[in-house]
């Protein structure tokens, strides 16, 4: 039985290795988090990779939004980014060493005849896997200058086994991995070469990726070996295969359930940067009962043992819940900078830092932030909501002219002041706060939500807070 227990480096080097074919998803920023923190937790390196092989999927668009969204998460690398792209050259070189060294062999099988192959395999209901018709045959029996593709020469007998990190024991029969292509007719890299060389020259000790790339392992494990058993120093790395992300339902991830890319939580949905990074953090990894965990605290915390073995769920409504727990942490002053860009050109940053303490102690995202905070940059007459409208009706436009007269010879235009004024009238009235303090709000916001309404009076500043009362109220004649 062979046996992968990883490198025992103690340096430790981890990698992200992105394909560019879309955006950053929520499963790939998790595991660039993953990695990310588990070199930062080991004082080791953490590199990035941008797979970008395919050249007709993979797009500069596609890398930059990957880019953005690692920036945007805080997730920095200690070395510019390795394009796979670039590499061809190295992964041919190694391909070449293979075939020469008798661990791979040239395949001159045709298209047709592969189609033809598996079309029989499924015939009889068989595995689909090459059936290594060119693996002892003679070059020479191919037609002169016939097309060929470069195989690795796989073990047929016994198994092979992973202790992987997250996974444990994981054991595959040897038999059941194919002689795969290594380089393509046109002299062009797969996939599976190309990762197995990129790891090596750049030195990585742990790959950390989502449990869908198992089996891959297993596929790419053969390469080291056999360039160890001709170089020597081809140790394969530690593995940790991390369980993919179900929706809440348990189903596999999909956009209904929150698979978006990270721009769109931070363009779209308004959610913080140190949010997401605390959300994907706790989603399949845990210490204690911990729910909320900072980035230092997270470095100085994570490592592998504390990831589960089944998959974990999204939750919409946790990751909402977690981000207006941030926003009550945040600086306000940077609040009022984002929340500025979501409402125009009109927005005053200075007053809505000012305005922040009143408006994020119930806002769960950036747009709720700034859909709170629009009633201070609304001109005269403000647009009201049917809600709001109802409020305004005979009654509420006579109390809010008996609510102008007295705040208008309000001279301290604090909370206090405003709120103790204002009280004063609803106990002569006879009447409960509410019933004044409801077409107040209409009347000075549009909305029947908002801020305190003695914060929205001071807010607004004494001449704008009257003039509004004003428009509205309705004397009693």
């Known amino acids: 039985m062979a046996s992968d227990s990883g490198s025992a480096s103690s340096a430790v080097v981890t990698r992200f290795a992105p394909s560019p074919t879309g955006f950053l998803h929520i499963g790939g920023a998790r595991t660039a988090l993953f990695n990310w923190l588990y070199a930062r937790h080991h004082g080791g390196k ?19 939004a990957i880019l953005d969204g690692l920036e945007w998460l805080g997730l920095d690398y200690d070395e510019t980014p390795t394009f796979q792209s670039q590499r061809a050259v190295r992964h041919a070189e190694v391909a070449d060493t293979l075939l020469r060294h008798g661990h791979a062999y040239r395949c001159y099988a045709t298209p047709e005849e592969l189609e033809q192959m598996r079309a029989e395999q499924r015939a009889a209901k068989q595995p689909m896997r090459y059936d290594g018709r060119w693996r002892d045959r003679d070059p020479s029996e191919a037609p002169e200058g016939a097309p060929f593709t470069i195989r690795l020469k796989t073990p047929t007998e016994g198994e092979t086994a992973i202790d992987d990190a997250v996974q444990g024991r994981v054991t595959v029969h040897n038999r059941e991995i194919d002689d795969y292509v290594l380089a393509r007719a046109d002299g062009t890299p797969t996939y599976m070469l190309a990762v197995v060389v990129d790891d090596h020259d750049m030195g990585v000790t742990h790959v950390i990726r989502g449990d869908d790339h198992l089996n891959n392992a297993f596929r790419q494990l053969p390469i080291y070996h056999a360039m160890d058993a001709i170089e020597g120093g081809w140790s394969a790395p530690t593995y940790a295969h991390v369980p993919l992300i179900h929706g809440s339902d348990g189903a596999k991830l999909s956009k209904r359930h929150g698979a978006l890319g990270a721009e769109a939580y931070r363009d779209q949905m308004g959610i913080l940067p140190e949010a997401l990074f605390n959300y994907l953090l706790r989603l399949g990894w845990g210490h204690g009962d911990r ?187």
């Open 46 to 64: 953490a590199l990035l990779r941008i797979e970008d092989t395919d050249r007709k999927r993979s797009t500069r668009e596609a890398i930059d």
């Open 291 to 477: 729910e909320e965990i900072t980035r230092d605290e997270a470095i100085a915390l994570f490592d592998l043992d504390g990831v589960g073995k089944s998959p974990s769920r999204f939750d919409l409504k946790k990751l909402q819940n977690l981000n207006g727990h941030y926003i009550r942490e945040a600086d306000d002053a940077r609040l009022a900078t984002l929340v500025a860009s979501r409402i125009g050109d009109n927005a005053d940053t200075d007053l809505l830092t000012k305005a922040m303490p009143a408006l994020k102690s119930r806002a769960k995202n950036l747009d709720e932030l700034a859909e709170g905070a629009r009633f201070l940059f609304a001109s005269r007459p403000l647009e009201m909501t049917e809600k709001a409208a109802k409020l305004l009706d005979d009654d509420g436009k006579h109390r809010l002219a008996m609510v102008f007269e007295h705040l208008k010879s309000e001279n301290d235009w604090t909370t206090e002041a405003l709120e103790a004024t204002t009280k004063s009238l609803a106990e002569e009235l006879g009447l409960g706060l509410g019933k004044l303090a409801q077409p107040m709000r209409a009347a000075l916001t549009g909305t029947t939500t908002s801020p305190g309404i003695f914060d929205v009076l001071v807010l607004l500043g004494r001449e704008e807070a009257l003039a509004r009362i004003d428009a509205q109220a309705k004397p009693a004649g």
